[in-house]
């Protein structure tokens, strides 16, 4: 090998162990993790709806129920739950208001917005006014690395 050839190769080399954190800043090798494998659950696996006493709606059902969220994570970054938003649906396009927690919400219910193996959430959104016979819970989960890179992940489960 030349030494032409060789010095292109340490700076091949050299452009691969250094990213960039997509503003223009350098990162450290040691900064570059792949990036984490976010999957979730939701449990119950199906879930029932109960009615709400007390709301008005004229012709419509108001509905609340409980599950949690279990999160299992691949990767060593740490992860913040950061928006979460539930619908219900009826199995085609037609879905319900959506219910979105933003992260000030989630901490003032839950307190800790880590995301570790195993995590655990418990929920009980109140759905107002369902125009239709609901079929599916969907959830679309928001988390956030330490560089604040956010990654969605949505959750479907039947309802009972």
Do not use: K, W, Y
């Not at 999957?39 to 004229?58: D, H, K, W």
């Not at 239709?132 to 949505?154: H, M, N, Y």
């Amino acid at each position: 090998m030349t030494s032409r050839n060789r010095a292109l190769s340490i700076i091949a080399g050299s452009l691969v162990l250094v990213g960039c954190d997509g503003h223009g800043r350098l990162v450290s090798p040691d900064a570059i993790d792949p990036s984490p494998i976010v999957s979730g659950r939701i449990v119950p696996q199906s879930i029932v709806l109960s009615p709400l006493t007390g709301v008005r709606c004229p012709f419509l059902t108001p509905f609340t129920t409980r599950f949690d969220l279990l999160f299992d994570l691949a990767g060593s970054r740490e992860l913040f739950l950061d928006q979460v938003t539930f619908r219900l649906s009826d199995g085609s396009s037609v879905g319900g208001s959506p219910v979105l927690m933003s992260a000030s919400d989630l901490a003032a219910r839950l307190g800790s917005l880590r995301v570790v193996q195993g995590s655990r959430f418990g929920f009980a959104p109140r759905f107002e006014c369902v125009r239709f016979l609901p079929r599916s819970l969907l959830a679309d989960v928001v988390v956030r690395d330490g560089a604040g890179v956010r990654r969605t992940t949505r959750l479907i489960v039947p309802v009972s």
